[in-house]
Structures are given as C-alpha cells and as structure tokens.
C-alpha cells in the first residue's frame, strides 16, 4: 500500500468543479492516478465546494442546529463539550461544526449527505479518467477510552467500507466469528498520516487497495456509485449502541426514573410500613 | 507513506527470539529494513513469544480473570459480549483473551505489558540493525457508535504516539485549538489494512513516517526505549471519561440510587405529606 498526497488543489470556493480540481492536482507525472486508487478527501473542501460555509455570529447555536440527538455534554473552564449525534448521523463533539479554517463570523458545516457528494465526485472521476477509482470523504473525531482523534470515513462510493470477514477461517483453519473490519475508516486514517492537519493537503491517494474498490464493483455490478451502503453502513443504531448516552447523562436518567419510582413505592407501602413500625 | 507485509515468519512458539525472526524476515532484499522505519506487530505473535497461551477450559472464565473493571454487557442469542477493562489498561471485548488461533482448550492472553514488551523488541533491533526503528504492538477493537473493528497499538516504543497539534496554527493561521492526533492507532490501522486478519501475516513495515521515530529521539534523548508514555498514553483514564459506564449499566446504576433517594425522601416527607394531603 502505498500512500501519498496530491498537492496543489489550492483554495476550494463555493460552486467549485471538485473533480476537475482534483484532476488538475494529478496532472503532475508522480501523482496520476491509476486504477484501483482511492481517494481519500478531507470534508472541509467538500464542504466549501458545496457553499457550506455559512454565516453565524453564534458557533454554539450552529452546534444546536446540526444536533439530533445529545449525547454527552461536560463543561470546562471556558466552555462545554457536547457530543451529539447530528444530521448526518455522526456521532462527534460539536456536531461536526468547524469554526477553523473560516473566516470571523462563519463556520464550515459537514456535507448534506456526504454519501451523495462521494458518489457525485466518484462518479465524475471515473467517468472523466475511465478509472475505476474510490472515494472516501474524510474527517477528525475523538474517540471513547482513547486519547487523541483519528481520522473516519464519513462518506463513501465506489469502495467496500466494511471487509466482512465472518464465516472465513483464521491462519490454523478456525472459524473467525466477529470480525468486520471497518477498512474505510482505517484508509481515512492512513491518509491522516500524510495529509496532516496543519499542512494544506486536504487529498491523499491511497493505492494497492484495488481488492477493495473490485469487491464492491462484482458485489455491485457496473453501478458501484449506486451501491448500498457507503460510509453511512459505518453508523451503528442507537438503538444498538451500548454506548447511545454519556454515563452522566445515563446515571441521571436512571436517577430520576429511580427517583420516581421510590417515592411511589414509599408511598403505596408506607403508611403501612409506619404503621407497623417497620419503617 | 509506503506500507508493505515482512512475510514468512511462520509459527511462533514460546521463548522465540521475536527480533531474530524479524530479522531473519527482513533479509528478502525487498523487505530489507531502513531508518525511521515502524514495524508494526500483531499482539498475537508476541503473546505466542512470551509464552501467553495458557490452558482454559473455559473462556469465559479466562475473561473474568483478566477484568479489572466491567464496562458493559450484552446477552445475545448464544453467549454475553462483556466489554470490560483489562489488566492492561484497555477497553475491549472478552478482555483480550483470544480463542481463535489457539488449539483447543487453550486461549492467548495479551501481554502483561505490552509497551515494555515492545521495548524490548525496539531496543533488540535498534542493537543490531544500528537503524533508528519503531515498534508497534496491535491488536483489534470495536468502538462505540460505529460498525466494524479497527486495529490500534496497544504497545508502542521508539516513535510517538500522540502527535500534538495544539498551538499550532491551520492553513489560514487561525489556532487549531484540540487536535491531537492519535497517530500510533491510525499506523495500526494501516498496518492492518495491509496484513489482514486470516492471510497469516502478523508484521508490517510503515515507511515515511521518520518524522514519528525522530520526534521522539529529539524529545527523550539517546534512550527512546525509555520514553514516558508508549501505547500506554493512548489510555485515558476512566475518572476523565465520558463513556466509562455502557449506557444500560450508568441508567441502571442511577435507578438504585435514585430508588433509593426517593424512598428516603418520601418516608422523611410522606407522612407529613399524607396528613396534610399534599401527597
């Protein structure tokens, strides 16, 4: 596997032509793209390519209008921390409202549904290059029980995001039972590693992964940019989740069910219990 | 980045010499190793090593003895997933104890302490290959919110873990105020990307990311195997986290104190309220 950035795609603006950019940038000799490569593209420049950049004096009310669902909250000194899950069913501190990288007074909020934006840019790619290329749309989120952010697939086309690996027999000829790897989000953060944050390069190519970009097309048929799935396959149900609520917010859940429950059977035996001293 | 399988280790047994068949992996002239390369080894092989295949009738118990602190829990149809913190400080399914890969009537155990252990392994090679390497140790995990597993470094000596972004400035020389990157887990990640799961192939070379294996000589000296931190600073404790209860256990752990608070409210109160028929 072999991994590297494609520089020069320059300032994204509203309205911009993605693919004919990117395109642009894979001009240069080293970086041409070849079958079989994904693109791994931060949701930044997507997001300004789609005029996502939107006026708000208020970032925390820009948080509130993408939140769904609350998840945990915890205040500092200097502000409060909410994880939520938002419009596109991510579930990530501050709904995935960026406030670097934009100008005072506006902030950057995440693609409408970056599924359809990978499946218009993968689309566009394949038929301007005749490749048969990936696309996974990219962006930073922390993680429970672990310190520091990785970078995850939020949106997907033309490339398994699950490799489903259940009912295959491990080195000594065992069944393997519970292993799906989520290969999409471990690309999204082999391409964090040379992209950087700081450094400009929302783009990076990920070659010698072509069994995943092939495995969807014989999964798929000649229409991988209509396959099921993408990145939203990633998203676990709430309702499945054994981790939907913050402790915090769990335990107070249950404090208050707890509570009202309490004072209702205090009250159905009490007198009784008073009565005959067995309180 | 250029990410590559060091095949033909074969079986490992217990009290290998890991680094001499790492080595001895390393001779094919493509595999040949280089300065600032990150090896990245699976957990698996380095139990094997250390002679971590135990007798266990029973799984479960092998669990349960392997649990500092119970998580979460599940019933499904057929067995109970746990997810519990273990000895080693990490949050997983079954505690790390691996069944698959183990003839019958045994389980693999992780390492006692994976990051010592990859000390170990960094220190012998660095001895005598004379290159300035890394070392990882990986293992796979599910993650709350999101389908599918991922690998992450449970080990780690010779290159940084975290790459700490904060105080630095973005593109537009706004501050980006929280980025850390948890680099060591999305190495991992690409790592696995590379040696999947069922093809036997437990090591990885990651190459490009000098920088990692640099910074840290530059920060802790001419000693890196001795730094503070490894895989172990990827941990963070369950006082600072937000998830350390599964959600059904916090709600759970609420309703006792609540019922208990609410049945205390209400004797203090209830007779009171009961003659003045504020109940």
């Known amino acids: 596997m072999h991994v590297f950035v494609l520089a020069g795609i320059g300032e994204v603006r509203a309205g911009d032509d993605l693919a004919a950019l990117i395109l642009a940038a894979a001009e240069s000799p080293v970086a041409r793209l070849a079958d079989g490569d994904i693109l791994a593209v931060t949701s930044?420049?997507?997001?300004?390519?789609?005029?996502?950049?939107?006026?708000?004096?208020?970032?925390?009310?820009?948080?509130?209008?993408?939140?769904?669902?609350?998840?945990?909250?915890?205040?500092?000194?200097?502000?409060?921390?909410?994880?939520?899950?938002?419009?596109?069913?991510?579930?990530?501190?501050?709904?995935?409202?960026?406030?670097?990288?934009?100008?005072?007074?506006?902030?950057?909020?995440?693609?409408?549904?970056?599924?359809?934006?990978?499946?218009?840019?993968?689309?566009?790619?394949?038929?301007?290059?005749?490749?048969?290329?990936?696309?996974?749309?990219?962006?930073?989120?922390?993680?429970?029980?672990?310190?520091?952010?990785?970078?995850?697939?939020?949106?997907?086309?033309?490339?398994?995001?699950?490799?489903?690996?259940?009912?295959?027999?491990?080195?000594?000829?065992?069944?393997?039972?519970?292993?799906?790897?989520?290969?999409?989000?471990?690309?999204?953060?082999?391409?964090?590693?040379v992209k950087g944050k700081t450094s400009g390069n929302p783009l990076a190519v990920v070659r010698g992964l072509g069994r995943l970009v092939e495995a969807l097309q014989l999964q798929q048929g000649p229409a991988p940019q209509d396959a099921a799935g993408g990145a939203s396959a990633l998203l676990r149900p709430s309702e499945t989740d054994m981790f939907r609520l913050g402790t915090a917010e769990a335990v107070a859940e249950g404090y208050a069910a707890g509570y009202a429950a309490g004072i209702a059977a205090a009250r159905a035996a009490g007198p009784v219990a008073e009565r005959s001293g067995r309180g």
């Open 44 to 193: 930044k420049i997507v997001s300004k390519a789609e005029g996502r950049q939107v006026a708000a004096t208020d970032r925390e009310q820009a948080i509130t209008d993408e939140t769904v669902r609350v998840v945990a909250t915890r205040v500092y000194p200097g502000g409060v921390t909410r994880i939520v899950e938002n419009r596109q069913g991510l579930v990530m501190a501050a709904a995935g409202v960026d406030a670097s990288n934009t100008p005072d007074g506006t902030v950057l909020l995440l693609p409408v549904d970056p599924d359809a934006s990978a499946r218009a840019l993968c689309t566009a790619l394949r038929a301007r290059t005749g490749l048969r290329l990936g696309v996974l749309i990219t962006d930073t989120v922390g993680r429970p029980w672990r310190e520091g952010q990785t970078d995850i697939a939020i949106g997907a086309a033309g490339v398994a995001v699950l490799d489903d690996l259940r009912g295959t027999t491990d080195a000594s000829g065992r069944q393997l039972d519970v292993t799906v790897a989520a290969v999409a989000d471990e690309i999204a953060g082999a391409a964090d590693l």
